[in-house]
């Protein structure tokens, strides 16, 4: 298996690496409990929360929490506060957006997030063009073309430090086929590949020693529930929100990623959107699959491996909507030159 998880790690040299972290849209269903874990991970040591309102008693209330880190926050009904949530940070999140309801696709939320998202990247590029972006906010497929294309029209695209949060695919894929075999979901890994938004969400059970074992049947369910266990919340919840606390997670536990890409420490693989040159010749720019991080962003982009016939099919249907889905969000930035 090619994406591992961070339980043993080797540490550079330097015995302590801090690094600033921004959380944007940090008061949301989202954005709150990842701001809390951000507090928890002891390489950071200088948080930004910032929000519309509000931010600042989120700030204060996790400050309480006796952790090697500052927490500050910023609002946008003060003067530059956008700004100085993001100068000179190492790594923004970007959860802010609206949350899907029932009925509503990642698509339906296009037309609001890809707004908040645009504004969100322009301040990014002009006040931390350096630092990694980890873009959280639905459609994922739609919203990073969105970033890349505002750096690039700023002049400081770096492809290597633009990700996709679809880590929670990947944990989901843990869960939900540990609970068939009846194992550790801690201990089950699945290389989940594609995009971040149903069909284009490809689970490749044919890497997994369950293969062979699985039936016919519980492998279409399971491809079925890890595609679309966002609507299994979404319903749950009875139109109280979306996938939030599991989100947090997620995107607390790739942060911590790209982190300990930064500070050196080897063998950092986890699965990511990105820039990808997997299948650029037929014209799809970003492709979710195991990437290793390390100090600069980015250090390999991996393949997908040996797949077979049935994820062949699967692989040729994500093809095509992603391929739309990026477009998409390429022709939106490109609307608001």
């Not at 298996?1 to 944007?24: E, G």
């Not at 506060?81 to 923004?92: F, H, P, Q, T």
């Not at 079925?224 to 997620?250: P, W, Y």
């Amino acid at each position: 298996m090619i994406f591992s998880t961070l339980a043993k790690r080797t540490f550079t040299s330097t015995a302590f690496n801090p690094y600033k972290v921004t959380v944007l849209g940090a008061c949301g269903g989202i954005g709150q409990p990842l701001s809390l874990l951000m507090k928890l991970n002891e390489k950071v040591t200088d948080l930004r929360l910032y929000d519309i309102k509000n931010a600042k008693g989120v700030a204060t209330d996790i400050s309480h929490i006796p952790t090697n880190s500052k927490v500050t926050g910023f609002s946008a009904e003060e003067a530059d506060g956008l700004n100085n949530a993001l100068k000179e940070s190492d790594l923004v999140l970007i959860p802010a957006g609206v949350p899907r309801k029932p009925g509503m696709t990642r698509d339906d939320l296009f037309n609001i997030n890809a707004g908040i998202v645009y504004d969100l990247a322009t301040a990014a590029a002009k006040n931390a063009p350096n630092a990694a972006i980890l873009v959280i906010s639905n459609p994922v497929n739609s919203t990073v073309p969105i970033v890349a294309e505002v750096f690039k029209k700023n002049g400081v695209y770096n492809s290597k430090k633009l990700f996709g949060v679809t880590t929670l695919d990947s944990i989901r894929a843990s869960r939900f086929i540990s609970e068939i075999v009846k194992t550790d979901p801690t201990k089950e890994t699945i290389n989940v590949i594609g995009g971040h938004s149903g069909i284009t969400i490809i689970p490749l059970l044919s890497q997994t020693k369950y293969g062979s074992t699985l039936t016919k049947e519980q492998k279409e369910a399971l491809i079925h529930r890890i595609q679309f266990g966002g609507d299994e919340v979404v319903k749950a919840k009875n139109g109280g929100g979306s996938a939030t606390l599991s989100m947090a997670q997620a995107g607390a536990k790739f942060a911590n990623a790209v982190l300990s890409g930064f500070a050196g420490e080897k063998n950092v693989i986890q699965p990511s959107y990105v820039d990808s040159p997997l299948y650029k010749k037929e014209g799809i720019e970003f492709f979710a699959s195991p990437v290793t991080l390390g100090p600069n962003g980015i250090q390999e982009i991996h393949p997908i491996g040996e797949i077979n016939g049935e994820e062949s099919e699967l692989l040729k249907e994500c093809k095509e909507t992603l391929k739309k889905n990026i477009d998409k969000g390429i022709k939106f930035a490109d609307s608001k030159k």
